[in-house]
């Protein structure tokens, strides 16, 4: 593999550690503002969602977020060992 392949893919790994906590926050949101009786945020965790009717998308967003933090997070081990530093190079220098 290229050291500019190896790049690509650190980078879009790196946009999926930025994507998924946005799209997991926009998810909740909306499903939120569907919700009409019964769910407050104040009162109830993200994860009561999931017993709400249409609970099926807040578990949706969940496997979601994970696939995405689990992306992230072998971006930031693949970084550590293609830079040999101490901290992930996950910038790509045109």
């Known amino acids: 593999m290229t050291t500019q392949t190896t790049d690509r893919r650190l980078v879009r790994a790196g946009w999926a550690g930025i994507i998924g906590p946005f799209l997991f926050f926009a998810t909740w949101m909306v499903q939120e503002l569907f919700l009409t009786e019964g769910y407050s945020p104040i009162s ?3 994860s009561a969602l ?4 249409h609970g099926w998308v807040q578990n949706v ?7 995405f933090t689990i992306w ?11 830079s040999g530093s101490a901290s992930p190079d996950l910038h790509c220098s045109p």
């Open 44 to 46: 109830h965790s993200v």
């Open 50 to 53: 999931a017993a709400w009717p």
């Open 61 to 67: 967003n969940f496997v979601l977020f994970g696939l």
């Open 72 to 82: 992230f997070a072998s971006a930031c081990t693949a970084g550590w060992r293609f």
